[in-house]
C-alpha cells in the first residue's frame, strides 16, 4: 500500500478501504471521537439542516440502512429512502450510470448497497455527489472494516494500548468472510501486528491476502484448532460459518462444532480480559451458535459496541465527505427528552 | 386489577394495557388533549428536534406504521423505518434480543409491530431504549385500545358525559377481536360501565375477559341478535367478521347477514345519537358490508375521529415516555402554510 | 381547453394536465425557477418545517417517489411514506375512500401513485388534504407533462426563445406513452406550435389527441421514418419501445432498429444543437438502446437536466399548494456542507 498523500476525504467517494492510509484511518477515528457526545445524546447538532441523504439499498439490510439514515439524522439532515430492490428503472434497461445520474439530483450524497460487485463504484463514476459503498456484494464494505477497527482501537485505549502491537485471532470461515478480508488489509497499515488465522484447511484466508499483509510486515501464523488459535491475543474476531456455501448442511456441520465460543472455552484458554468480536449477525440457533450467549455477561463481550460504534464512523465519514467535521459543535444544541442511554 | 402506583412513563416500554390504572389512563388522555392543536396543525412544535423513532415494522401495515411515524414527525423528531419483513438478520438464525440492542443504538424509541406474540416483550427486554407495542400478533394492540377508549370519551364528553356509566355494544366476532379484548380490559378500570356483547354463539368472548370484567363491577349482557343488543347503549362498536379464521367461506356467511349495520337499521332500533365506532378497516365489499357507506352522512360515525384521535395518543405517549409533554409548549410556533383542516 | 379562471393552488388536488390553462403552467414555472437555487443548494429554506407529506406509492417507482420525497425535503418538511403495494388494508376490503379518509388525518399533502387508472381522483375525493398524482396507471402522471414542458421552455430560454413557434418531433410508441399524450395537451395551450409524430404505423398517436391538438390550432405532421421527422425541429422527444405491449418481442423487435437515435445520426440529419430528450428510464441494452450512450456526451442532450427540473417542478407546486411560494425566501439561510453542484 502506497504512502503518498493524504486521503482528501471533501466530495469523495468512499468506495474501498484501499483509499485508505494510516493517517486517513486515523482522521476518521478522530472525527468519530468527536461524535461521541451525539450519538449519545448528550448533545445535539443541526449542522447538516437541509442536507439529503439518498440512503439507496437495493439489497436489503435493516441494520447497515438504519445504521447509515441514523447518522445522517444525527447529524441534522434528512433521508430519502430504497429498501430492496423494487421492480425498478434497473430492470427497464437502466444502466447503473443513468440510474446514478437521475438519483444524484435528489440528494447531497448517498449510500449504496447492492449486491452486484463493482457496482457501486459504477454507479460513483456517474454520480454528481459523493457515494458510500454499503456493501456490493462479495467485493467491499468499507465503512464495517473502519467500525471494526475503531472498535479494536477503542478496547485497546481503555487497556492503555494502542493498535501498534495487537495481537489478533481471527476465527470460522476466512474463505468467504469480506469483512475478515478488509480488516485484514486495513491491519496492514499498522505496526508490529500479529494475526492467527483460525479456520479449517478448506476455508482458509486467501493466500494472497495473506502475502499482502506478510510484506506489509504482519506476522501470520495459521492454526486449525480454536483452543490453541486464541490462547495469547488480545482481540477474538469471530465470524460465522457461512453454510450457504457448502454443498451440504452435512459438510458445514463438520466444522462447526470447532469453533464454537462459549464462557467455559474462553476461561479455560484465554488470556484474561481477551476482548470478543464478532461482525454480526451472530447465529444463535443451536446447531450453529458460534458465540454462545452465556458470554452476554462477559464485559469483554465487544459485539454490541462494535455495532454502536458503527454509528460513529458513518457520522464521521459523512462529516468528513461533507465537509463539516470542524462545523459540527458549532451548531449543537442540549438534548430536551429522556436519554435511556445516561441512566 | 391492582390499583397500586401510577405507572411511571419515563423511559417506560409500552407493552400491554395490563400496565394502565384509571389514573395512568387519565394521564395519557389528559395530554393527547394537549397534542389537539399540533394535530389540527394550529401550531407546530420542535421539542423533540434530533429525536429519532425507530419505526420498526416486521410486519406490513401501512396505517398504524405511518400513524406511528407522523406523531413522531409533528412532535417534531425523525423517523427511520422497516416495513415489512426484510430478508434480514432473524432468517440468519439472530436472536430478537441481539435485533434489540443492535436497533435500540440506533434511535432514541422504537416502535415495533412483530406477527408473533411475546416478540415485542421479548424485543424490549434487551432494548437500551423504550419500545412501544405497535402490535404482536393475536396479543396485544395497547395503542389501539387507547385510542379506542379516548373516542369513547370525546365522544362523550360532546354530550356533556364521562366515561363512567357508559353503556357499549360490542358486535361481531368478539372471540378472535385483539382490539375487543383489549378495550375491554381497559373499560373495567371504570364505574358503572355496561357492555353488550352481540356475536354468533361460536364467536363470543373469551369466558375469562367475561369473569375479570364482572369481578371489576362491569354489567355484562350477551345477545346473539344485532337489534336486540344495539338498542338502548351510547356506542356501537363493530367489528369485521374474520373470514380467514373460518374452516370456510360458507361457514363464514352464517353469520356475516345479521350484523350488518346501516343506516335504515340505526334508525329503527338505536337510540338517538348513539356513537357509531369501528377499528378500521372496515370492509365495503358487498358481501360484508358490516358498516355501510350510507351511515357515512350520518354526524355520528365516529370512525374517522377514531383513526385521527390515534395520531393524539401516540404523540401523548411519545410525550410522556420521552418526558417532554411539558415541554412541547414551550417550543412550539406558527404554522405557516395552508391548513386543509381549519377550512 | 377552456380559457376560464385562473386555477386557485392553494388546497388544490394536482389530479391533471386538463386543470392547466396557459396562464397556470406559468405560474408553476415561475416558482419553479424560484426554486432553483435551493435544488442546487446554494441556500436552504425551512418554510416548511414541520409538514408532512404522505407520499403514498402504491406501486413501486423509486425515481418518481425519490423525487418527490426530496422536493418536500428541499422546502423543509418530512415525509412519511410507502413503498409498493404492501398487505394492505385495500386487502381487507377497504375501499380508496375509507384509506383517504386515513391517511389524509396523517399529513399535510399526499402523494399518491396506484396502479389503476382514475384511483387518485377517487381517493382525493374523499381525502382532507391536498392531493398529488404522481402516476394512476396509464391514465395521467401531470407531473411528468409539466416537468418536460419545463425543461422545454429552458432548453428554448438558453436560445432566446419561447415555448410559442417550437417545433418538437415525438418518438417511438406513441400510442401507450402516457407522457406523450399529456405532453400533447398542455403544449396545445401555446401558440404556432408544430408537432412531428414518429412512430410505427401500429403505434402512433391516438386519433382523439391528435384532433385536439389541430382544434387548437397544432400543426400535427405525422411520419413513419425517423431521419426525416427528426430534420427540421427544434426538440426531439424520444421515447422507450414498449415490449411489454406487443404480443410478442419479434414484432416489438420489427420496430425497434428504426427509431435509435445516435451520434452519427443526430450529425447526419439533426439541425445542429436540436435538444434531445426522453423521459427516462431510457432502455441501453443493445437491443433497445433508443438514445445511444455516444450521445452522452453531446451538450444538447437534457435528458439529465429534464430529471433535474422534475424536483423543481414538484417543489413549485407543493409551494403554490401549501400557499408557501411567497414565503420560501423570507426563511432561507446559507449552506454549510460541501456542495458538489457548485464544483
Known sequence: MPWGDRLNFTGAHILSINQFQR?????????????????????????????????????????????????????????????GFESSALVKGESLQDTARVLSGFSDVICMRHPQEGSVADFASAS?????????????????????????????????????????????????????????KLLSVYDNIEVVLVSPRELCLPESIIDSMRSAGVVVRES??????????????????????????EEADLYRGKFRLNQAI???????????????????????????????????????????????????LFALVLDVAHLVDDYACDVRWYNSRQS
Do not use: W
Open 23 to 83: 493517517q486517513d484511518v486515523e482522521r476518521v477515528f478522530a472525527v468519530a471521537d468527536q461524535m461521541r457526545p451525539y450519538a449519545l445524546r448528550k448533545k445535539v447538532t443541526r449542522v447538516l439542516e437541509g442536507a439529503i441523504l439518498g440512503n439507496m439499498f437495493f439489497e436489503a439490510s435493516t441494520r447497515t440502512r438504519v445504521s447509515f439514515g441514523s447518522a445522517f439524522n444525527l447529524l441534522g439532515g434528512e433521508v430519502r429512502e430504497t429498501a
Open 128 to 184: 454528481r455527489v459523493p457515494v458510500m459503498n454499503g456493501g456490493d456484494g462479495a467485493n467491499e464494505h468499507p465503512t464495517q472494516a473502519l467500525l471494526d477497527l475503531y472498535t479494536i482501537r477503542s478496547e485497546l485505549e481503555a487497556k492503555g494500548r494502542t493498535i501498534d502491537g495487537l495481537k489478533i485471532a481471527m476465527i470460522g470461515d476466512l474463505r468467504h468472510g469480506r469483512t475478515v478480508h478488509s480488516l485484514s
Open 266 to 316: 474462553y476461561t479455560e484458554f484465554c488470556q484474561p480480559n481477551t476482548v470478543i468480536m464478532h461482525p454480526l449477525p451472530r447465529d444463535s440457533r443451536a446447531d450453529a451458535n458460534e458465540l454462545d450467549i452465556d458470554l452476554d455477561s462477559n464485559p469483554n463481550l465487544a459485539i454490541f459496541r462494535q455495532t454502536d460504534n458503527g454509528v460513529l464512523v458513518r457520522m464521521a
Open 224 to 249: 486449525h484448532e480454536l483452543t490453541g488459535g486464541i490462547s495469547d491475543v488480545d482481540i477474538v474476531y469471530s465470524t460465522r460459518i457461512q453454510e450457504e456455501r457448502f454443498s451440504s448442511k
